[in-house]
């Protein structure tokens, strides 16, 4: 596997199901991203950690958990969602942020979620 | 806040037409900005980007221009291809610190027809 990798592709789970999104990168990065992309929308930034440190929560409601238990691993933890939850959930890394420079963000192909 | 506002889609143009995607943004301090590009059923890939005033980012045969006194970075391809249909996203980023942020454009449809 190369790049950034994220399973399942496509999900489908009730309002009261319990579901986790995965991701993984292979490019030695030390920072990882949620993003959540709607439609009509922006993309919103959700989660950010920074050598497996979280480092930016951007008022996500807590029904979405994320872990982080090394820079190469990402979860997305998923209970009692609403049908508004429903989008592509995109997983990104990169090198540390911060400093000068900018350091690029890498994408994953993300996980369709539709709650129903 | 920072705020990236591009040209509403889709926009639909035939092969070898030229092309030009606005993008306008507001933001504290200097940003560096960038376009993405998303193909059906991928995440996002960085096409370019430029980190100061009046650097050109260019790649694939895309280019933008940083214009500071403007405050835009609108895209432009002089002869599209079919393949280059795909949604292309205008972004900036304040950098800096260990909370580090780019902030998106809405995203902008770009079909191609032979």
């Known amino acids: 596997e190369t790049g950034v990798t994220q399973t399942p592709r496509h999900l489908v789970m009730g309002m009261t199901n319990k579901k986790s999104l995965k991701c993984e990168q292979h490019?030695?990065?030390?920072?990882m991203y949620w993003y959540k992309q709607s439609a009509k929308k922006p993309l919103e930034l959700m989660f950010v950690?920074?050598?497996?440190?979280?480092?930016e929560n951007n008022s996500v409601p807590s029904r979405f958990s994320p872990e982080c238990p090394n820079s190469s691993h990402l979860f997305l933890h998923l209970h009692t969602l609403q049908p508004e939850d429903s989008a592509l959930y995109l997983c990104a890394s990169s090198q540390r942020p911060g400093g000068q420079f900018y350091n690029e963000q890498f994408f994953g192909p993300g996980t369709r979620l539709t709650v129903l | 806040g920072d705020s990236v506002t591009q040209m509403e889609g889709p926009v639909t143009l035939s092969e070898e037409a030229f092309l030009t995607i606005n993008c306008t943004y507001t933001?504290?301090?200097?940003?560096?900005l960038f376009w993405y590009v998303q193909y059906p059923g991928e995440g996002l890939q960085l096409l370019l980007k430029?980190?100061?005033?009046?650097d050109k980012g260019s790649n694939k045969g895309f280019e933008a221009t940083y214009r500071k006194e403007t405050t835009s970075f609108h895209l432009e391809k002089g002869s599209v291809q079919v393949s280059d249909s795909a949604v292309y996203f205008c972004?900036?980023?304040?950098?800096?610190?260990?909370?580090?942020?780019?902030?998106f454009g809405k995203g902008t449809l770009l079909t191609v027809n032979p």
């Open positions: 490019l030695g990065h030390n920072a």
């Open positions: 950690y920074n050598f497996k440190e979280q480092t």
């Open positions: 972004a900036l980023s304040t950098g800096g610190g260990s909370n580090y942020k780019l902030t």
């Open positions: 933001a504290t301090g200097y940003p560096s």
């Open positions: 430029a980190t100061k005033a009046d």
